[in-house]
């Protein structure tokens, strides 16, 4: 017997019980569905926690100050102090490393802005005119922190649209007086809206220069140094030489921690890898289940197609060819389920998109080939046992329809 | 004179087969007493079948009336049909109709079971229905472990246990060997005797003249209606 | 037909064909397993992560500089406008309720003692910490109640520490070197393990008036209070509100009780493990078609035995309920087996795999079998009906 005539009488029997062939189409194609919905989404998180990262700037490094030897996110790396503080100079040590392209140091903390009576508390940052191309936001008007001494606390600032829409209501903002804690700053320019940044709520931020911020605060210490490598494969050793460079400075001391972007992204990466991965898993466990269905609705149609079988063995099929036959039926159905399920899920997943279009909803290749594989891998697995129950009747039995 | 347990009213059935319309049973009147023993014949495909579902409130008729011990059955609803042949009629198969998964006793338990009957009394009076029928001690036996006799037997048991008036026997012998069917017209004529009313449709003549009254169906009409008074 | 008969009358045809229920029923348990582990999982992590935080205890209110907060962390934590003092952490000592009060600093610097050197953790706390935090001291004793304003130069130390500089020996009266200043060590923890990653033995502990001047600093970074479990939160809140008004002229802090940080992150942790519940329902979804494709095949295959059924005054309803109820009854098997099952493999990960945290969750256990039920019910339903509906007569002529 040929594949073909094989395929054409497998085809023939699935045909002749529609209801039932659907349901164990069915019941694959949901697994499968299931499957690549459910990693799309995984994906999907993944490339948002990456992307944010990514808006972070590019070949990005970032400077803070104390080390700990046990590695984990603990307190002291959130928000911790050390004894010895990181300093404008040196952020701007590290300017020394050709690897180097820009530095953006910065200091961060809480005042009340006030304009004309209305008043508020926000976060203020002090940085440098570098802050802007390093970390990639947009302007909505205005300018930027000007190109200046970085020791120099003038009185300009830049704010984010939170401020803008709160505090000046219908009015322009660009050239006016802004009080910010016990000092004034005129606001030079406004940052385009973009809501969150990686941990900062780029609208709710007033930036102004880097020493006037200290002042502002009383804080002689940075909070964190943004640098930006020259290009991607400089970040490694941008990376070393900011290390022995600070190190040098503070006597010989290792008291930093140098996080590059791309190390971080990397975890991410695994987590959600492993994320996605275990929701294939948890999918894949309805891809059994319809492969216990095809072994049962196979087992049934093999006790009622008995007559059918023993003829055929009458007619000189052997056990082999028996065992193909049934073999493919099963084939058959698992493949034009996942068939099925690739469409509805594609299907679902383009509702999805639409519904979320900030979302790059898209399963990944291996999980859509994965479930294929383990679709059909699960029909011809559940399919053996029926198979075989055919192949070993007895044809007198059989023919006798017992 | 009292009703006739049984009277049916130029009573029509037809079915609708693609574009002809099969009259399966074409204005029939007819009238049965209770006590009655009844034979159907005619040729195949004259109605026999249609006739006892009818009479058996399996079939609704399409047209006519029939009514049952005075009332008229086409104003019953599924449920007191279902009711009404549960307590009232029993039936006998060509095919026997047995449960196979089922023991022989399980299977006259049915219909008590179906009415909600008590286990225990379901069990005597099913017990009581097989010795009845001459099946004592093969209670426990599955219908594919009995004869096809037996097995017509079982059938009867289990026709009877919930004490109908009627029994209808829709070629109860087909299938059976001569002595086997002998046995089982025998048995039914018993119960005849005991004041059951029997309808029994069978193209073997030998059987239908056994009969007190005799019906012949051609084309759904009955052509025939024969009586032989006893003496 | 009473209840029992039809029970028994299910039970019979559904183990007349043994293998076929069997993997009916299968279909429904692979998917309640998969919903009593996933959620086992689920919840397990749930009491994880509430032990982890309630070992400090639920009668803690936490006070953070700063007014607005900034994802979830105050801004303070970068320098308020206005400080929080260690004067701030004594007089709250005076609002009713309050048992204890801890100032904390932190940061990290290089502790030198032993002859060796490690970067490492410094918390900045009052004496009172070990009762407010239920910390044990290993050996030693813990901060002694100084002065707050001007404590003594001494130092505790974490686990961690202790091992990585003084190993085995009894670092007790040793001088520890910390960012330039020398403190001698009354005190060693117990160890305490990583909590979210986090090893709290790698620690020194330190006057918090001394962990600001190391860190040359002015405010604290939080004040925890320890009030008596007997008072209302609110009632403290309310006090400590009070307090802070009096000192500093404003409301310019930020008040956190334990429990509403456990509340928010209880109802997290509910949302997680309702949705792996669902992710594992769709197993059970398959499994329903399933029951409705085998219990659609039963129905045609025993179409004679339902012309009989009615033939014997069976009413519809009673045909429905058969087929209904055998389909629930597969169901419910499946789910039985599916929960004996998973709690099989989460008793087994309890003992393979102590440290995964498994728990089985009860209203999802028992979700699960109602909706297996359910299931069963729902995908009963067409075939049933289908078997009502047949017409007897025909019913009966096939064979
Ligand atoms: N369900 C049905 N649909 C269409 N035709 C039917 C149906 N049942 C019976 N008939 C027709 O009605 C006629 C009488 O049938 P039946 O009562 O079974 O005959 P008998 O039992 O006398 O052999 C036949 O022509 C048969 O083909
Ligand atoms: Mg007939």
């Known amino acids: 017997m040929t594949f073909t005539d094989c395929t054409r009488v497998a085809l023939g029997a699935l045909v002749r019980y529609p209801l039932r062939t659907a349901m164990m189409l069915l019941a694959t194609a949901i697994g499968v569905a299931a499957v690549l919905v459910l990693t799309a989404l995984g994906e999907a998180a993944r490339r948002f926690v990456a992307e944010e990262f990514q808006s972070l700037g590019t070949h990005l490094l970032v400077v803070l100050p104390g080390k700990t030897e046990t590695s984990g996110m603990g307190p002291g790396l959130m928000a911790g102090e050390s004894p010895r503080d990181l300093t404008l100079a040196d952020a701007r040590a590290l300017l020394r490393s050709p690897a180097v392209a820009k530095v953006a140091p910065i200091v961060v903390g809480a005042a009340t802005v006030s304009f004309d009576g209305l008043e508020r508390d926000i976060t203020v940052m002090g940085s440098t005119a570098s802050l802007l191309e390093v970390r990639q936001w947009r302007m909505a008007g205005g300018e930027f922190l000007r190109d200046q001494d970085w020791d120099r606390a003038s009185p300009e600032c830049v704010i984010g649209d939170t401020l803008r829409s709160e505090l000046f209501v219908g009015r322009q903002p660009v050239g006016q007086w802004l009080r910010v804690g016990d000092r004034r700053c005129r606001i030079a320019g406004i940052l385009a809206r973009q809501g969150m940044s990686v941990m900062v709520n780029v609208d709710e931020l007033v930036i102004m220069p880097v020493a006037s911020a200290q002042q502002l605060l009383n804080a002689p210490g940075l909070f964190r140094v943004l640098v930006q490598a020259a290009g991607r494969d400089s970040v490694m050793p941008a990376r070393r030489d900011m290390e022995q460079i600070l190190k040098e400075r503070h006597r010989g001391q290792e008291d930093v921690t140098v996080i590059t972007q791309d190390s971080v992204l990397a975890t991410f990466d695994g987590i959600f890898g492993a994320l996605t991965a275990a929701l294939a898993g948890i999918a894949s466990v309805s891809l059994v289940v319809a492969g216990v269905l095809i072994m049962n609705v196979m087992l049934v149609s093999v006790s009622q197609r008995t007559a059918e079988i023993g003829l055929l063995k009458a007619l000189g099929a052997n056990r082999s060819q028996v065992t193909r036959l049934f073999l493919t039926e099963a084939v058959i159905l698992a493949a034009f389920g996942a068939v099925a399920g690739v469409t509805f899920g594609q299907a679902a997943i383009f509702l999805m998109r639409s519904l979320y279009p900030d979302l790059d909803f898209d399963p990944p290749l291996w999980a859509v080939a994965g479930s294929f594989l383990i679709a059909i891998g699960c029909g011809a697995l559940f399919g053996i046992l029926p198979a075989r129950r055919a192949a070993r009747l007895d044809p007198i039995a059989a023919l006798a329809g017992r | ?231 | 037909m009473q209840g029992r008969d039809l029970l028994r009358f299910t039970t019979r045809s559904a183990l007349s064909h043994r293998l076929r229920s069997g993997l009916t029923a299968l279909g429904i348990g692979i998917g309640v397993t998969a919903v009593v582990l996933l959620t086992a999982i689920g919840e397990g992590l749930h009491h994880y992560v509430l032990d982890e935080f309630t070992q400090f205890g639920t009668n803690i209110i936490g006070i953070n500089p700063g007014r607005s907060t900034t994802f979830g962390a105050a801004t303070g934590v970068f320098g308020a406008v206005r400080p929080l003092t260690i004067d701030d952490a004594e007089a709250l000592k005076r609002v009713p309720f309050v048992l204890n009060t801890v100032p904390i600093v932190q940061g990290t610097a290089s502790a030198e003692g032993g002859g060796r050197e490690r970067s490492t953790n410094i918390s900045g706390v009052g004496p009172e910490m070990p009762a407010a935090f239920d910390f044990q001291v290993a050996l030693g004793g813990f901060l002694p109640a100084d002065d707050p304003r001007a404590p003594r130069p001494l130092a505790v130390l974490g686990a961690t520490v202790r091992h990585e500089l003084y190993g085995e020996r009894n670092p007790l009266g040793e001088l520890l070197r910390v960012g330039g200043e020398r403190y001698r060590i009354v005190g060693v923890m117990e160890s305490k393990g990583q909590v979210l990653g986090f090893d709290l033995d790698d620690t020194v502990y330190i006057p918090a008036v001394r962990a600001l001047e190391l860190y040359n600093r002015q405010g604290l970074f939080e004040i925890d209070v320890l009030y008596d479990k007997s008072a209302s939160a609110d009632e403290v809140v309310a006090g400590i509100e009070r307090m802070i008004i009096a000192r500093h002229g404003g409301l310019d802090v930020t008040i956190t009780t334990q429990q509403q940080m456990l509340d928010v992150l209880g109802s997290v942790l509910d949302v997680v493990t309702f949705a792996v519940a669902a992710l594992g329902g769709i197993s059970l979804l398959v499994g329903g078609v399933g029951i409705f494709t085998i219990m659609t095949i039963a129905v045609r295959e025993r179409t004679a035995e339902i012309g009989l059924l009615r033939a014997v005054g069976a009413g519809r309803g009673q045909v429905r309920a058969i087929f209904l109820g055998e389909s629930m009854l597969l169901a419910a098997l499946g789910g039985v087996g599916g929960l004996l099952a998973g709690t099989a493999i989460v008793a087994l990960i309890g003992v393979a795999v102590p440290l995964l945290p498994v728990r089985l969750s009860l209203p999802y256990v028992a979700a699960a079998q109602a909706i297996a039920v359910l299931i069963g019910l729902i995908a009963g339903v067409v075939p049933a009906q289908r078997a009502a509906a047949l017409d007897p007569v025909a019913a009966l002529r096939t064979e």
């Open chain 2, 1 to 231: 004179m009292p009703a006739p347990m049984i009277r049916l009213e130029s009573l029509s059935r037809t079915f609708q087969v693609g574009d002809a319309l099969v009259r399966a049973l074409d204005q029939v009147d007819l009238g049965i007493e209770a006590g009655e023993y009844l034979s159907i014949m005619g040729p195949s495909g004259s109605g026999k079948s249609t006739l006892l579902n009818v009479l058996g409130l399996l079939d609704t008729p399409t047209a006519g009336a029939y009514w049952l011990n005075g009332v008229n059955t086409s104003a019953m609803s599924d449920d007191q049909l279902a009711a009404t042949r549960q307590s009232q009629i029993g039936f006998v198969f060509q095919s026997f109709h047995l449960v196979p998964r089922m023991s022989a006793l399980e299977n006259v338990e049915l219909p008590m079971l179906l009415a909600g009957l008590d286990p225990a009394e379901r069990r005597e009076r099913a017990r009581a229905a097989l010795a009845g029928v001459g099946l004592t001690g093969r209670s426990d036996h599955r219908p594919a472990q009995l004869s096809g006799g037996e097995r017509q037997r079982v059938a009867i048991a289990r026709a009877i246990v919930m004490q109908p008036k009627l029994l209808l026997a829709d070629e109860p012998t087909g299938n059976l060997d001569t002595a086997s069917g002998a046995e089982i017209v025998r048995i039914v004529e018993g119960l005849n005797e005991r004041g059951l009313t029997l309808i029994v449709v069978t193209h073997d003549a030998q059987i239908g003249e056994r009969a007190r009254r005799r019906l012949r169906l051609r084309d759904g009409r009955v052509v025939e209606d024969l009586r032989t008074t006893r003496p």
